[in-house]
């Protein structure tokens, strides 16, 4: 029996009905059995793409990207999740669009998705926009739908926005289950996600958000460290201390990186931007106050220069369990002395670390592929058992 | 019977064995019987989508986008129309291009087109011009065909040029044509194409040629009213008359709005630019004169400004028949306290047509997709029934 | 029997094993027989494609495009390709991606590899940099292969290096093979590849290069000339000579276009930098020396002036065999009198050769086509046989 028709058979034992035509926000929306569909298609995904088997479920359609911050690997993720199922990617550039002679979300929600099945929405820059941004689309192309304007109702697929960033950190638990042997294997491991020293400036908080609300629901002990003024959302926070009870895990925060790493068997330390001058920005940037944005932002790096001690430094390294800790990074790092003088992590950590950390990223495309799946695919079972005994995806 | 093949059975009685391999221009180039193809193909297109049923009449293919002036929507129903058809999308980006090095445009017609099944162009911006390029384009591949560089004939879809707009127009009449319950019922009906206030200047003529060119060929009364100085083309106006006295219907020129809306069953205010002031903004170009380029937009948005009464406001609306006619746009509208504080309609009444101005824009890629089919397949009686009986579009 | 089972049968008497899964640098890295392969497979899929039969040989897959130097053709050609092999193109924007934030050609590599079949990357700019990035680049994939990042390994296609333009003089020397009625009319022909003045400054060498690189393996009497300071690169012609002496052609430089062109068959007049300023160019770069890059390109523009002479005038073309050598340009040219007041042609003698010319070009997309095909198909007689009995490009 192939590793797929197995993945298949535990994908039937879940409760993943409700999963059908809807849409992905953030991983604490989903049930643990829905987290684990998705994983459980990743793999199958995966599987089926190494033995050369089609995995197009669209004979064509359309998914539609929207990057409003830069982006390389969740772009490219993205354009591989779409096209290992058949989709084609048609990207919204807003620079190119009319959207800034005045065009509402909700209208150019309609006019881009009249043949969509997926779209695909980075929004990270302001606190308390990215979210609203996403959900006004969905709303409206959900209206649309429901009017007669769409024939069909595109599903969403957040990639990243200003609280959760469910694709990047599905793929890092994803990574975690293999590196571990499984999700069984979890229980009572202890994950450090610390802020680390950036020299730039504004680095997104939906990544510790997204971490500390995903990982809390494994049985794991999970850890948040940051210099003090660097806190996350609060309703993230509580969102993880009740995931933590109901897993017989636990959720604390410490002061100190050292702290954190102690003993630590995954550690992900990386930089973000203090929440409130995060909704600083986004109100200064609300009114155009650029000198006043110039002024914050001077204000922030020298704040962020006062912890450069927060570095996953081997030092640092040697604290974690073993010494061995596995590191986790979203990727690109500010590595010390290869890409700026001083950053998140030694150079010497972060290039011991190199092949887990590609592997990592590479569950991306399948995690997103996975979710699309079991938002367009009303029997994802049969899907499968389908996809394979059927036909290669490379004839010859 | 299915309803594409009741439509496929109404195409089989029409004249159209000109249309295979034929580009398509102005819709006045087409007879009555070849735009009522065009109709039928694409609610045929529709329903298939509807259905599930795989459109694609290409296995591969290219459809060529250039896009000499900004689009969204435009953009984005060329590619669902292409995706549908089961053709790729690649997009030549001038700015991107080697063109701006002297290359001209027979050069880059071949070069672009080798494996090209169909080119989408866009050049609105110039009067006297935008034609001219898409006709020394579509000369150049051509006889690149004829002369075996290209190994198939590329054909044109007309994305929007000086002269005509017909993908809009033709899916701004198919939404007519749906909310009046068929062709049939439109003799005598009355629709106003009215210009506009809007803050903005040089907004192309091609939506109201492209409605008068087009609309007076239904049998309905069709009005034209702008203040003076806002002429239209003479020539697409000769056009219009003739298709007046050929269907039974009227065209002809009023001096109001107000009289325009009077008892209106269908209304459609929008802003353009006076014909004479584009043709010395095409001359000011060519002179690369930028001093009088300046020089005529601050003239004409004060031009526009005396005329802010021409507004579809909520008093203007109940002017039309029983208060209620149909309400047109091509998008986006600027939007009176919404997008602009003055502007072409009162967002009261922009608000209340929301749903029917979102499917008429949704019948776009439909159009654009059954010109592609028209021109592309030879049979297309025998496409549609094949392809109604044959596979999914979404196979799970 | 078709001509594509024609050039199976060929194909099969050729010793291509070592072509699967390998990467296309340059033409000298391979076998006559391989690059023999190359044309064979080429024309089998162009006469494919004019009898409307499908070349897909993937149900999907990426095709991943790196431009580091502007592009229209090669753009266009690749996405050509790609979509005649039913892989679809991602593009690497550089100018959008994270990658100017301290990203390494490593890591980007395997961030943009994750489904990627084929990687095709232009690299022209800089003097020792070009193919060193190719090398960088794709050693970085095969180490993600084989460290399982990657699920299949993508292989290269060299779109233009610092030192070989592979795809372009491939495409040039099909059409010369086509132009003389096969390859065994070319022993004894000469062809003059000459520099030719053009306005414009820092013309990439690579094409001069693959020229003498590639034309001197047919038996054919390769002639370079160029003014004092303007060699190529020196190795380059290390190789010309040695393919010169194994295949009993010449190689020759000369001091004079008149020389060169002496009853030359075939010309290939055309501007390029000189190498040594090209290495010193590259470094200023290094240095960010603006100063240094501006006071370099002034000086070698006033350098190139002193060789308007070099041009392919009426007057240089009656020195060719029968006044009627075959003229290739690799497009766009620097026309004297349309694109230029003087350049590398006289518009009358361009003109002449339009219909060649776009020939020439229109080999490239089939040339790259069967370099992808050669790379990543193990049986690739069989597959042209399968593609040759198999279904319809376009259905219907």
């Known amino acids: 029996m192939s590793k797929t028709i197995e993945l298949a058979q535990h994908l039937e034992q879940l409760h993943i009905n409700n999963m059908y035509k809807s849409d992905f926000y953030w991983t604490w929306d989903k049930t643990d059995e829905e987290l684990d569909a998705i994983f459980t298609v990743a793999d199958a995904l995966r599987d089926l793409r190494e033995r050369n088997k089609s995995t197009r479920i669209f004979d064509s359609g359309l998914g539609i990207s929207i990057f409003r911050d830069n982006s390389t690997r969740t772009r490219f993720s993205f354009a591989s999740a779409c096209n290992l199922l058949g989709l084609t990617v048609q990207d919204l550039d807003e620079k190119k669009s009319q959207i800034a002679h005045g065009e509402t979300v909700r209208e150019t929600a309609n006019m881009v998705s009249f043949m969509a099945d997926v779209i ?11 979210h609203k941004y996403q959900k006004t689309f969905m709303d409206a192309v959900k209206e649309g739908y429901r009017d007669g ?49 950036s020299p730039s400036y504004g680095k ?12 809390t629901r494994f049985g794991m002990d999970v850890v948040l460290a940051h210099p003090e003024g660097y806190d996350v959302m609060p309703e993230v926070e509580e969102i993880a201390k009740k995931n933590a009870a109901a897993t017989g895990g636990s959720y604390q925060k410490v002061a100190t990186m050292e702290e954190a790493f102690q003993d630590a068997d995954i550690v992900y330390p990386k930089s973000w931007a203090p929440f409130a001058a995060m909704e600083e920005r986004t109100k200064l940037y609300q ?12 204000k922030l790096l020298a704040q962020n220069a006062q912890h450069k001690d927060w570095t996953c430094s081997e030092e640092m390294m040697k604290k974690t369990r073993n010494g061995s800790a596995l590191y986790l990074h979203c990727l690109p790092a500010d590595i010390t002395g290869l890409s700026c003088p001083e950053g998140e992590v030694d150079n010497s950590v972060f290039d011991r670390y190199l092949v887990p950390l590609y592997k990592e990223a590479s569950y991306k495309p399948y995690v997103i592929a996975a979710m699309i799946m079991m938002s367009k695919v009303k029997d994802p079972v049969s899907a499968l058992m389908a996809l394979d005994a059927a036909g290669k995806r490379k004839f010859f």
């Open 120 to 130: 695909g929405i980075r929004d990270d820059m302001f606190i308390g926009e990215g």
């Open 149 to 197: 304007i769409l024939e069909q109702q595109p599903t969403l697929v957040n990639l990243q926005c200003d609280v959760d960033h469910p694709t990047q950190c599905m793929a890092d638990m994803l990574h975690i289950i293999h590196q571990f042997g499984g999700v069984e294997n979890l229980k009572g491991k202890k994950i450090a996600m610390t802020w680390a020293y």
């Open 204 to 215: 997104p908080l939906s990544v510790p958000q997204g971490v500390i609300g995903l990982m």
């Open 287 to 298: 009114a155009g106050d650029q000198a006043g944005i110039d002024a914050l932002e001077k």
